[in-house]
């Protein structure tokens, strides 16, 4: 099979599975979607989980890369000097240009990670730990250069980074299609609830 066909029952894959989750999908009509046979998808991939570790692979053979961590460690560790609000819109958009491009894979992603260890595991290693450690000096510097107040370094990074997540995952539990202007417009609530407070 060529690379080109590959790629086309990849995405097709991705297409279905992210409407309809890993188990509902079925290879009959994941090769419809991309216009071969289902023997031509078992013959390249063995199984339906031989297809689902592709799609998986796609993506997650540099999981950092996948989910844009360069930026975000760009950001962390070069515009470090900024006022901690500005470098806050930076990840924002830095993250919603991400979920613009990749929100297909990221419902995949985040639906099928707690039922796969290797991926979990992977993710764990090259994203959350990277991110936590950067974060972490980030926050510190800002402390001790008094732009924002003293404060658990990992507690502010969760909140943040969660309140981001959660702007994103019921859209994606509801299997609502992506309004990009929308879900700007709800970071910047969120950014400001979580800057500046929610009381008067």
Known sequence: MSEKAKDKIIRSAIEIISKKGYSAATTSEIAKTAGYSEATIF?????????????????????AESVGLPGVRSIIKNDADLKFEKIVDLIIEDR???IENNYEFLKILLAEIQFHEGLR?????????????????LIK????????????????FRTIFSGIFMSVLPRMLMN???DIKMLREELKEVKKILLHGAIK
Do not use: M
């Open 141 to 156: 510097k800002q402390i001790k250069s008094g732009n924002i107040i003293e404060v658990d370094p990992i507690i502010l």
């Open 121 to 137: 595991n992977k993710a764990i290693e090259h994203i959350i730990i990277p991110v936590l450690k950067d974060a972490t000096d």
């Open 43 to 63: 013959k390249y991939f063995n199984s339906k989980k031989g297809l689902f570790d592709a799609v998986i692979n796609s993506f997650t053979g540099n999981i």
């Open 96 to 98: 919603v240009r991400f």
């Open 176 to 178: 609502q299609p992506l």
